[in-house]
């Protein structure tokens, strides 16, 4: 019903090739240790245990999804707390991709803007990106097949993960969620008209989490990514997708920082009930 | 059934109340702002969001639950991160509580020993306590009485509250438990038989913490609260009590940073499932 706004984003793609000789130079693996943001000066050696395998995150998924789409949290905040990550913007105007320390703002006409840092955000999870594992896919299957080996792939199910798969996807399908006006409907209220995209052999990115079934209420249990194409023109929060061919990575992330808003619409948020079902709606 | 292996501690409580003169020296509000140990560079102004309102935590209450009693956090990095806490030691030896940087293990014995920093522990959570509410109390209540007190001082639900109430109390009932042997039972068959002790007219303080619902199967929703005398002598987990004049303080949090242990006992236990009924049992 109402959720099939389908839109082949094929123009899209093709000037993402065309730029992605340029925009290359601050997207190949080796740019990640040179990225040119603070990570703070807790990585040098204090008592505090702040470190690069962090999963930063601010406000709950719970909050997300009673409304609670403004926050305090700038983006040169999250900047200062990871390179790679997810979240959505303030009036829940789009999805969020960071990659390689920039922010991409998905907007519900499915195209990627450049975000700018003084932006704030209700909700986002970033981390400094390094893989701890890698695997190389070169033959077609489907995203439950590929779960399949990033399971493998994770030594245990109690450490949270970061995910990243660069690769060409035969298909990507993916949402983003239009800007919402005060007072603000609960997100599976939103995502009832939520605007689809659908992708053909598009070259791109897959950048989330997989987290352990204990952070529910705080964030999405197992896998919450989204996708943004190589030139960093189009992407969202993934629906579905089969990889033909690309590299796999995942993080191992023991430290887990949350940053909760001061503002009074997280304050009067209902965040006492199990909203998993409503989880399991949005997310799909 | 088998948990009323009941104590009263007069002898200790009355070697507490001569001792008091001279432990009081590191025990007066007004010892918290010079407490000798380092907050951390991130304390004194970075990118890093990390701060002294920051509730950091080791391991996960569900881990817990499932008999994963050794840790590798010591003691000393614990106390890099808090002055103010509880917690738990390596093989479950008893119930920790941190106040004014100190670190108390009652054993059980019932006892508080003070620990040495390099002990490990595989749960707790700690904070750098700074009231923000006090509410004074002269008259007699009960737990359900005085948590209606504490429940108005609380702005909200949503965020985490640093709990800790110093007075006299008319009744006060506290369990410890024994330390454990490989292979680690769970804890709801350890506190089966756990050793449980209550005082009269006893002075102290309670440490602990109220947590928002959706902190469920990473730390206690609502209250946790450890038990200390004012002579450091005995104390525990508490299960009872009765307040007859003190003072409430409550301490808002709004960072919560998790520290995930890296051992093998963590990594392979099972912490998909809810362990909500377990908790309840083993909390009260």
């Given amino acids: 019903m109402g959720q099939s706004k389908l839109i082949t984003i094929a123009l899209l793609l093709m000037s993402g090739i065309l ?26 050696g204090t008592t505090l245990a702040y ?3 962090t999963l930063y995150q601010v406000s709950t998924i719970n909050a997300l999804l009673e409304g609670v789409y403004d926050g305090d949290t700038s983006l040169r905040t999250l900047k200062g707390h990871g ?12 999805e969020m991709i960071m990659l390689d320390g920039e922010i991409y703002q998905v907007k519900d006409d499915g ?9 704030t955000t209700p909700f986002a999870a970033v981390t400094f ?19 399949e080996h990033l399971e493998n ?17 035969d298909h ?17 209220e939103v995502t009832k008209n939520q605007p689809t995209f659908e992708f053909t052999s598009v070259q791109g990115t897959i950048v989330g989490f997989w987290l352990p079934a204990y952070m529910n209420g705080v964030n999405v249990p197992e896998y919450h990514l989204h996708f943004i194409t190589d030139g960093m ?21 023991y430290d887990f920082y949350l940053s909760l808003p001061r503002d009074e619409s997280f304050m009067d948020a209902d965040l006492e009930k199990d909203n998993s079902s409503e989880l399991e709606m949005v997310e799909k």
């Fill in 172 to 188: 990507m399908k993916t949402r983003s969620v239009p800007r919402q006006e005060q007072p603000y409907p609960k997100l599976v």
């Fill in 83 to 94: 390179d790679f990550g997810i979240g959505t913007f303030n009036a829940l105007d789009g």
């Fill in 51 to 53: 470190n690069s395998d």
């Fill in 153 to 169: 792939m994770m030594p245990n199910r109690n450490i949270m993960y970061a995910v990243k798969i660069t690769g060409t996807f």
């Fill in 233 to 253: 023109d189009a992407g969202g929060h993934i629906l579905e997708y089969d990889i033909s061919e690309g590299t796999v990575e995942i993080d191992r992330t």
């Fill in 19 to 44: 730029l992605s000789g340029c925009l290359n130079t601050d997207d190949t693996d080796d740019s990640f240790s040179t990225a040119d943001f603070d990570k703070g000066s807790g990585d040098t």
């Fill in 129 to 147: 990106f390094e893989g701890d594992e890698t695997l190389l896919i070169n033959e077609t299957m489907s995203k439950e097949e590929l779960e």
């Fill in 111 to 119: 195209i990627a803007y450049l975000s700018n840092d003084s932006m």
